[in-house]
């Protein structure tokens, strides 16, 4: 039996049952991005409740591939993974080596048969698949830039798919989750602007302790390298003492396009667009309520440009959104882009309709004008990982046996 997490009491119940004619005495954590303390409390109920309190090692749950694999993990929601999976995809692909991209699955649809095996090829896979914004964010991305992609629930038969077509086997995390598929490399990305969590959050240090390569990103967003080496010295006490950790920046710039012909604008015409303007930011949803993160690359962009003033979006929330700024209290400077379902889609469209500005500055993956109408300016930002040579040769050497195979 599968249950929410906020209620481990309804699964534990005698009355319930995980298969027919056996009795709940065990409850197992398959969540993800969860503090310590949030996981303790639920072990305190699930024991006080009379059951067994579990956490699967991934040992005992990963699929075996015949194809090499390499799984991109975090620390927490937003570090990056996705950019980082995409760098190590065009690498590969420049070496000749043919990829498929397996998606941490996003279990939407009420009748998850639907879900069982999906295959991204092109743009309109999207609307066939009928994604939500969520996924979109995912799934983008990666069509753009010629990236085959499999996602869904089945990933037994997702995995064998893949390896029918690719040469490698890139595994994209979600949220700090670890890789469904035992990896032939790992590569566990931190945050910069969130020093610390790597000890804090379930199973992000999982990650951390399995991985081949730590990358801290975001090292481009601290006022000081310093605090980046600092963060680099605490994570090595989790590390094997073999594992290089380096340094990432992510690299934000701007994009927009005439409303009337789609062609790109300048740069110049694109800064006029938010210098001096009254900003609405618009924020990767996960990133901004269960990463806790206050901000994200729309925020960095919107203040890069100089944008006058950054618009309060909580007065103006619809709908579901009122619910997410209340649960979500440290969010002030940024919407959220939620959209969990047409519904909440409407929400999100509203809601920005609402709100007195000049321009829009979205940093969510995706191009959002293709899901909702935005009836103002509209800057995108758009990110991509980048390192320096040292750390990129060190990155190299761990890709070479992945190209002479």
């Known amino acids: 039996m599968i249950s929410d997490h906020s209620q481990p009491s309804r699964v534990v119940s005698p009355r319930h049952f995980f298969y027919t004619n056996t009795f709940s005495t065990m409850c197992a954590l398959a969540y993800s991005d969860l503090s310590y303390d949030t996981v303790q409390s639920l072990a305190s109920r699930v024991n006080a409740a009379g059951c067994k309190f579990v956490q699967l090692p991934p040992k005992l749950t990963q699929l075996r591939s015949t194809k090499p694999v390499i799984a991109i ?38 009748v998850l048969m639907n879900q069982r ?15 939500t914004i969520e996924e979109r964010e995912e799934y983008e991305l990666h069509i753009e830039e010629g ?23 890139i595994w994209d995390g979600g949220n ?8 032939d490399l790992t590569v566990c990305v931190a945050d910069a602007l969130r020093e610390g969590h790597e000890e804090h959050f379930f199973p992000g240090e999982i990650n951390a302790r399995l991985a081949d390569l730590i990358m801290i990103n975001k090292v481009n967003s601290l006022p000081s390298i310093d605090q980046a080496k600092r963060q680099a010295d605490r994570i090595r006490a989790l590390v094997r003492p073999d594992v290089p950790i380096i340094l990432g920046n992510s690299v934000v710039t701007p ?8 062609a790109l604008l300048d740069r110049e015409t694109v800064e006029d667009m938010v210098k001096g303007k009254r900003v609405l930011v618009i924020d990767d949803g996960p990133t901004l309520t269960h990463g806790g993160m206050p901000f994200g690359a729309g925020f960095v962009l919107a203040k890069q ?21 209340q649960k979500f209290q440290h969010l002030v400077n940024c919407l959220p882009a939620m959209g969990y379902g047409e519904a909440q889609i409407k929400d999100l469209q509203e809601t920005v309709k609402s709100v007195e500005c000049d321009c829009v500055v979205t940093g969510t993956p995706i191009n959002l004008e293709s899901v909702i109408t935005l009836d103002k300016p509209c800057v995108r930002a758009r990110y991509c990982l980048q390192l320096d040579k040292e750390y990129m040769e060190k990155m190299e050497a761990l890709l070479l046996p992945f190209i002479s195979a």
């Open 305 to 325: 440009m100089g944008a006058g003033e950054i618009v309060d979006p909580r007065p103006f929330a619809k709908g579901s959104l009122k619910g997410v700024f």
């Open 117 to 131: 095996c999906q295959r991204y090829e092109v743009l309109q896979d999207l609307v066939k698949y009928n994604c």
């Open 147 to 169: 990236n085959l992609l499999f996602a869904g629930v089945d990933y037994e038969m997702i995995l064998r798919e893949a390896e029918k077509v690719a040469d490698v086997v």
């Open 176 to 183: 700090n989750d670890f890789s469904f598929f035992k990896p």
């Open 255 to 262: 994009e927009a396009r005439d409303p009337d012909t789609k």
């Open 73 to 110: 993990c975090a620390t927490r929601t937003g570090t990056g993974k996705s950019q980082t999976t995409r760098f190590v995809a065009d690498y590969l692909k420049k070496k000749g080596k043919t990829v498929a991209v397996v998606r941490h699955p996003m279990p939407y649809d009420a």
